[in-house]
């Protein structure tokens, strides 16, 4: 049996102790080997948690830690103090990632035990693995990702008529959007998650600061309007492009025949060119309890196959890109126009 610790009860480290016990059959089929969740920290007064986290850190039965706590402390402090004690630490904060995923990788590689962070981007979909391991090999030139599921909610709601207020209320109200949902609809949850795509395959640290973002609050009725006219959608995409080393976050006009068109509600989909493979599609819930829970626990089974050992997650030497602007807009339309 392999010992966990979830950090943070919210809605995501709900969604793990959820999924450890009701798929048990499944992870022993995969891992060969139980998951028992030993800790459960949380700050608030919960019967049966924990609030220290050195309970966790000196239990050498612990063997891999979810942080599912948000935000940048404490999780940074906990997952640092994990790392240095050898224990793997599996994470869904993008916000931590992006801002400290590269010398919390090192630390992890120091000290053989993991740092893996699946759930940051996409939600359920195995986007991080797929690239780093299947697609490991291949030259990435190019990522446009519809990656917050939360503005996808929205603009699918005020597509069908719904206003903005209604939609964002309803996506909060299913746990899809972040504490403070600005950061989903100013763009900067959608910013930090393309950062993190760019960094993984391009060997180069792209950092949220670096993307150029605007979010979907400008968005109006007369928008959909028109690019119904058009025969085209709008979403709001993360985009990175080798060729031109830029990272941008904004509304786009999606034509009926590409195929991140029909992609709705909470489904976020990403769409990535290889020298090779050429064109991929992702598709997935990008956001909720299960899906995201469901991704964490495909890093704890990882970690948990190679409890003294370092799996390599793409984060580590990583030198600071240097970005470019992205070009104008000459599109004619309001908004860019994926081609
Ligand atoms: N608020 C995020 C979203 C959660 O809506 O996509 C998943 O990262």
Known sequence: MINIAILGLGTVGGGVA??????????????????HVKYILDIRDIPGVVKDINVIVNDPDVKVICET???KEPAYTYTHLALEHGISVCTSNKELVDAHGVELSEIARAHNCSYLFEASVGGGIP???????????EKISYIAGILNGTCNYILTNMKAGKDFNTALKEAQEKGFAE???????????TARKIAILASLVSGKKFSYEQVNCEGITKITQD?????????????????????????????????????????NDVFNG????????????????????????SAVVSDVIECAKNIGRNVNNNFVD???AEVNKIPENNSGFKFRVLN
């Open 318 to 320: 990583l030198p600071l």
């Open 18 to 35: 959820e999924v450890v016990e009701k798929n048990q059959n499944e992870i022993k089929k995969s891992l060969g080997d139980n998951l």
């Open 223 to 263: 928008d959909f309007v028109e690019a119904e006219r058009n025969k085209m959608s709008i979403k709001l995409l993360g985009v990175y492009d080798a060729e031109n080393n830029s990272v941008n976050v904004a509304p786009y006009l999606i034509p009926e025949n590409h195929i991140l068109y029909g992609v």
């Open 179 to 189: 504490r403070n949902p600005a950061a989903d609809v100013e763009g900067h949850d």
């Open 270 to 293: 990403i769409f990535v060119k290889g020298n090779q493979i050429d064109n991929l599609m992702f598709y997935g819930r990008g956001a909720g309890k299960l899906p995201t829970a």
């Open 69 to 71: 706590m948000g935000g």
């Open 127 to 137: 986007i991080l693995r797929s690239l780093r391991e299947s697609c490991g090999h």
